[in-house]
């Protein structure tokens, strides 16, 4: 969740954010993260986003993120992919 909210918080620094997220995609890889794990934590961020903002949790909202998450998720899962 930590990482979540600092990809949100430098989505406009992508110079800064990209380098991070493929770092994490790298370090996860090693722990034995595999790509559906990642869907199903996406799928978890958005059930708890859901119960936690109630009505304002809006179809612009739930798209927002998903556009955000799965952004994130992409980057991480490319970087797994390379050799370190």
Do not use: N
Request: avoid cysteine.
């Amino acid at each position: 969740m930590t990482m979540i909210g600092v990809a949100v918080a430098k989505l406009d620094k992508p110079d800064v954010l990209i380098p991070a997220l493929q770092g994490l995609g790298q370090r996860h890889m090693g722990y034995g993260v595999r790509d559906a794990h990642y869907d199903s934590v996406g799928v978890a961020l958005l059930k708890t986003l859901r119960q936690g903002l109630g009505v304002a949790f809006t179809d612009e909202v739930e798209a927002a993120w998903i556009a955000v998450y799965g952004e994130i998720a992409s980057r991480m899962k490319e970087a797994a992919k390379v050799p370190a």
